[in-house]
C-alpha cells in the first residue's frame, strides 16, 4: 500500500518542493442521528436537504472519468485525473490541481512552479527543484452513482477483506468486515476536517457500544493486491485493530 497554510503548501516529489493549492470546500454540515431510526422513504429523501457532511473536493474526481496511476523516476507513484481542461494530481504528500497550458505538443497542465507535461502514455513532472520521468500504468474508471446509489464516500480494502460506505443523505456510515461476516450501520461525527492540498477527515461512530474511527487523506492509494489508483488513504481503527485500504468520494451520474 502504498493542514493548511492558505496560498503556501509543500509538495515532495521524490526530492522536488513545489507550491501549489486547492479549492475550498463548504464547511461541514453534521446531523446525529441514530442506527435506531426507520429509513426514509423515497419521496420524504427527494424533498430534504441532506445532513451528511461535506466532504474535501480532494477526495473527488470531480468529473474526469478515471483515475490513471503513473510510476516515476526517481521512485514516486502518482494519480491523475483530467476534469474538463484541469488537471488533479494525487503524491504521497497530498493533492494539487493544476490548469492546462499552451504547449507545441502534448498536454500540460501547470500552477506556480509545478507543471505536468504528458504525451501519449509518457509524462514528465516539474518543478523548481527536481523533475520526474513517469510511465502510464494501470487506470481505474470513477465511481459514480450507477455503482454506489445513495452513497458519498466508498473504501474499500483487503486481508481480511473489507468495505465502508458513508450514505449521501445522512450521517451514518456502513461497515463490512472479515469477508462479509460482520456488518455495522453506525451514526458518526466529524471529529476534524483539512481542505487543501493536505486534505483530510476523521470520523468517529457516534454509539458508544462500537467505537470506531476513520481516517481519510487525500493521497494516492494503490489497492494492494490490484494495484488500482485511488485518491484516498483510508485507516479504520477499533480498539487496537486496524485496517488500512483505499477510497473515492462518489461522483455524480452524467
Known amino acids: 500500500m502504498r493542514f493548511i497554510v492558505p496560498g503556501v503548501a509543500a509538495l515532495v516529489l521524490s526530492g522536488c518542493t513545489t507550491l501549489a493549492s486547492a479549492p475550498p470546500t463548504s464547511a461541514p454540515q453534521t446531523e446525529e442521528r441514530t442506527s435506531s431510526q426507520a429509513p426514509a422513504s423515497s419521496a420524504e429523501k427527494a424533498t430534504r436537504k441532506p445532513s451528511s457532511p461535506l466532504l474535501p473536493s480532494a477526495f473527488f474526481a470531480d468529473g474526469a472519468e478515471a483515475f ?66 513517469c510511465q502510464q500504468d494501470t487506470q481505474r474508471k470513477t465511481w459514480t452513482r450507477d455503482q454506489h446509489p445513495d452513497t458519498i464516500f466508498y473504501a474499500r480494502g483487503n486481508e481480511p477483506g473489507w468495505t465502508l460506505r458513508l450514505d449521501r443523505e445522512t450521517s451514518q456510515l456502513s461497515w463490512v468486515t472479515d469477508y462479509g461476516k460482520r456488518a455495522l450501520t453506525l451514526p458518526y461525527g466529524v471529529a476534524s ?48 485493530d ?3 485500504g483505499c477510497g473515492q468520494g462518489i461522483e455524480k451520474r452524467k
Request: with cysteine.
Open 242 to 244: 486496524q485496517w488500512r
Open 68 to 133: 490513471i496511476a503513473w510510476r516515476c523516476t526517481p521512485a514516486q507513484d502518482l494519480i491523475t485525473a483530467f476534469p474538463d481542461n484541469r488537471l488533479r494530481l494525487w503524491s504521497s504528500q497530498g493533492h494539487y490541481q493544476l490548469e492546462r497550458a499552451v504547449v507545441a505538443s502534448g498536454e500540460r497542465y501547470a500552477k506556480a512552479d509545478l507543471s505536468f507535461w504528458n504525451k501519449g502514455d509518457e509524462a514528465t513532472v516539474e518543478s523548481a527543484n527536481g523533475r520526474l520521468e
Open 193 to 240: 476536517i483539512v481542505n487543501g492540498q493536505q486534505a483530510r477527515m476523521t470520523l468517529v461512530s457516534q454509539d458508544p457500544a462500537q467505537p470506531l474511527t476513520v481516517e481519510m487523506e487525500a493521497r494516492a492509494c494503490f489497492d494492494d493486491m490490484s494495484g488500482k489508483p485511488y485518491p484516498v488513504r483510508v485507516t479504520l481503527t477499533s480498539g487496537s
